[in-house]
């Protein structure tokens, strides 16, 4: 069965601290890796990662895929409170339609 | 600015009472997509509909069922909302299968079961 882990499920920082998510899978026929911020509403999307090795970045945001060890991580530099969310890792697969979400990691900033 | 537009925001509905969720979309995506988050989890996908082909999870209860009467517009229909069923519904959509990974969401409909 095709899944996702996140770690940790919850992390509390101070402002101005860098984070390291984490998000492992298992998925046959694997196409691709998606980051997802979620405050109290609706997933936005982040990063959608195909390639191994290849960083992607959005301002303080970055995150990279590596296909031979199953996982992929977000980083976020110099975090600011309005980066409190749950972030979601999700995935799609060759034969799916649906993103396959992870249970989520919730970060916490404090000021 | 194209979005998806889910209505209402905040739905109150009693045990057993037909309640329709609806979602419009201003992007001209292909394929709609209906998502059940329940409180502190991951979202999960019920159905979806590419173009005019419905394609329902293995999982999802017969409970819940869906209209697509034109590319804007989906419905998502509960038959007879149990006390389970209170959850936050995302619609999202994506141009097309092939691009799937990047889906669009609505801000989500909250429903409430009594």
């Known amino acids: 069965e095709d899944k996702v882990v996140q770690s940790p499920l919850s992390l509390v920082v101070h402002e101005g601290d860098t984070v390291t998510l984490n998000c492992s899978y298992e998925?046959?026929?694997?196409?691709?890796l998606l980051w997802y911020k979620q405050e109290k509403k609706a997933p936005t999307f982040l990063f959608m990662l195909?390639?191994?090795?290849i960083e992607k970045k959005s301002g303080r945001l970055s995150s990279i895929l590596d296909k031979k060890e199953l996982f992929s991580i977000l980083n976020i530099t110099a975090t600011q409170t309005g980066d409190s969310a749950i972030y979601l890792c999700?995935?799609?697969?060759?034969?799916?339609?649906?993103?396959?979400f992870g249970k989520g990691t919730t970060l916490s900033v404090s000021s | 600015d194209a979005m998806v537009i889910q209505n209402p925001r905040y739905q109150v509905t009693q045990f057993g009472k037909p309640v329709t969720l609806s979602c419009s979309q201003t992007?001209?995506?292909?394929?709609m997509y209906w998502y059940q988050q329940k409180s502190s989890q991951a979202p999960k996908l019920l159905f979806h509909?590419?173009?005019?082909?419905?394609?329902n999870e293995a999982d999802t209860p017969d409970n819940f069922q869906s209209r697509r009467p034109n590319t804007s517009f989906c419905f998502l229909d509960i038959r007879s909302p149990g006390l389970g069923d209170a959850a936050m519904y995302l619609c999202?959509?994506?141009?097309?299968?092939?691009?799937?990974?990047?889906?669009?969401f609505g801000p989500g409909t909250r429903l409430t079961v009594l």
């Open positions: 509909y590419y173009d005019k082909d419905f394609n």
């Open positions: 998925v046959t026929n694997f196409r691709s």
């Open positions: 999700a995935f799609t697969t060759e034969a799916g339609t649906a993103l396959i």
């Open positions: 195909t390639s191994s090795g």
């Open positions: 992007l001209n995506h292909n394929v």
């Open positions: 999202a959509t994506s141009r097309d299968i092939g691009s799937r990974g990047e889906q669009f």
